[in-house]
């Protein structure tokens, strides 16, 4: 397999991560688009500075989010912290809420973090272990427990605040 | 809701069918060119500042035989620097933006780069307005040298008008530019004393 295939073959296992960054880094389809197409090309552009003391996985996780800081930067952008609506309050006891809602209300619980927690609870969502998200992040692994423990309570809060 | 419930959310986004289109083909053409490269966008109005401040510190310097006292030369050399300093930060944001970038690293250090450079980045903003209030000030009193070549003070509402107008504009130019950075700022700085 050549270095093309190779790195095709990572783009399809890795392209449900690449657009749920790109989904929660942007407010809109074309900036979403032109984001998962700065991650593939940048991907690809440093591809050969990939040298494996990290798993393949591990470098496009890191690169993929490094990517999506900078595209902020680029586009002048924030991501927007969206007060929490009743909605979110009332999550637990609306069974029947479809996907789009439901992705709208995490959007909504994710944009109230900052970019660093942001960036460790997408790793931590997407199961990866505190071994990898501390690889990931450059943090210890002792960290990111204290800062997932710290998380979850202040979603617990903001939620709590609400009501 | 609590973390984990978000978890189950994060699994179905990655298996709606409509987000699963990368083929062969297009991952092909995204690793050849950026197609939609928003860089362009946002450096275009960069670039006509920048030409806006040089042209302008040209035409003054062309002219400048019109600007016959000392206080006149003085003012029209105080424009240029200002115009030039201008262009050159303008130059700066543009190095910034455009300054190559190391994606391998770990996302804390590239969080901390990114903080330090948007700080940067206001603080550039704010020199920029405190330039334009002192720029106000000179065009003002150059422009009629420079196109009819008369004193200012022989326009009787003059002073008043002109004065008045570029300031409230500047005012609220600047009451803009602190409220609109003023939230991503402090964001700025937060994110760097959790990454430091």
């Given at each position: 397999?050549?270095?093309?295939?190779?790195?095709?073959a990572?783009?399809?296992?890795?392209?449900?991560?690449?657009?749920?960054?790109?989904?929660?880094?942007?407010?809109?389809?074309?900036?979403?688009n032109?984001?998962?197409?700065?991650?593939?090309?940048?991907?690809?552009?440093?591809?050969?500075?990939?040298?494996?003391?990290?798993?393949?996985?591990?470098?496009?996780?890191?690169?993929?989010?490094?990517?999506?800081?900078?595209?902020?930067?680029?586009?002048?952008?924030?991501v927007?912290?969206?007060?929490?609506?009743?909605?979110?309050?009332?999550?637990?006891?609306?069974?029947?809420?479809?996907?789009?809602?439901?992705?709208?209300?995490?959007?909504?619980?994710?944009?109230?973090?900052?970019?660093?927690?942001?960036g460790?609870?997408?790793l931590?969502?997407?199961?990866?272990?505190?071994e990898?998200?501390?690889?990931?992040?450059?943090?210890?692994k002792?960290?990111?427990?204290?800062?997932?423990?710290?998380?979850?309570?202040?979603?617990?809060?903001?939620?709590?605040?609400?009501? | 809701?609590?973390?984990?419930?978000?978890?189950?959310?994060?699994?179905?986004?990655?298996?709606?069918?409509?987000?699963?289109?990368?083929?062969?083909?297009?991952?092909?053409?995204?690793?050849?060119?950026?197609?939609?490269?928003?860089?362009k966008?946002?450096?275009?109005?960069?670039?006509?500042?920048?030409?806006?401040?040089?042209?302008?510190?040209?035409?003054?310097?062309?002219?400048?035989?019109?600007?016959?006292?000392?206080?006149?030369?003085?003012?029209?050399?105080?424009?240029?620097i200002?115009?030039?300093?201008?262009?050159?930060?303008?130059?700066?944001?543009?190095?910034?933006?455009n300054?190559k970038?190391?994606?391998?690293?770990?996302y804390?250090?590239?969080?901390?780069i990114?903080?330090?450079?948007?700080?940067?980045?206001?603080?550039?903003?704010?020199?920029?307005?405190?330039?334009?209030?002192?720029?106000?000030?000179?065009?003002?009193?150059?422009?009629?040298?420079?196109?009819?070549?008369?004193?200012?003070?022989?326009?009787?509402?003059?002073?008043?008008?002109?004065?008045?107008?570029?300031?409230?504009?500047?005012?609220?130019?600047?009451?803009?530019?602190?409220?609109?950075?003023?939230?991503?700022?402090?964001?700025?700085?937060?994110?760097?004393?959790?990454?430091?």
């Amino acid at each position: 397999m050549d270095k093309k295939e190779r790195f095709i073959a990572a783009i399809k296992e890795n392209e449900g991560f690449i657009y749920k960054i790109a989904a929660v880094y942007t407010n809109n389809t074309d900036d979403k688009n032109d984001l998962v197409q700065e991650i593939i090309y940048q991907l690809w552009k440093s591809f050969d500075s990939f040298n494996q003391q990290s798993s393949l996985n591990t470098w496009m996780y890191r690169v993929a989010l490094n990517v999506a800081i900078f595209q902020l930067k680029v586009s002048k952008k924030t991501v927007p912290t969206i007060p929490i609506n009743e909605q979110v309050i009332n999550y637990r006891n609306t069974d029947t809420i479809d996907n789009e809602e439901r992705w709208k209300i995490f959007r909504e619980q994710i944009g109230t973090l900052n970019l660093l927690d942001k960036g460790i609870v997408l790793l931590y969502l997407d199961n990866k272990s505190y071994e990898e998200i501390a690889a990931i992040v450059g943090i210890s692994k002792t960290n990111v427990a204290t800062k997932l423990s710290r998380i979850k309570e202040k979603l617990k809060t903001q939620i709590h605040k609400n009501l | 809701m609590e973390l984990d419930d978000l978890k189950s959310t994060w699994q179905n986004e990655g298996n709606t069918s409509t987000q699963k289109n990368l083929t062969t083909s297009i991952i092909n053409k995204m690793t050849q060119k950026k197609y939609h490269s928003k860089i362009k966008k946002i450096t275009l109005p960069e670039i006509i500042g920048i030409s806006i401040c040089v042209m302008g510190a040209g035409f003054i310097a062309l002219n400048f035989n019109k600007l016959d006292t000392i206080i006149f030369q003085a003012v029209g050399v105080a424009s240029i620097i200002i115009l030039l300093i201008l262009s050159a930060l303008g130059f700066l944001g543009l190095k910034t933006l455009n300054i190559k970038k190391d994606f391998d690293k770990p996302y804390a250090e590239t969080l901390k780069i990114f903080a330090m450079q948007k700080l940067a980045f206001y603080r550039l903003q704010k020199i920029n307005i405190i330039l334009c209030y002192l720029l106000m000030v000179t065009i003002i009193v150059l422009l009629p040298k420079l196109f009819s070549n008369k004193d200012i003070t022989e326009y009787k509402y003059f002073w008043l008008s002109t004065f008045t107008t570029g300031y409230i504009v500047l005012f609220f130019l600047s009451k803009f530019v602190s409220k609109y950075y003023r939230k991503t700022l402090q964001q700025s700085e937060e994110l760097l004393a959790e990454v430091i």
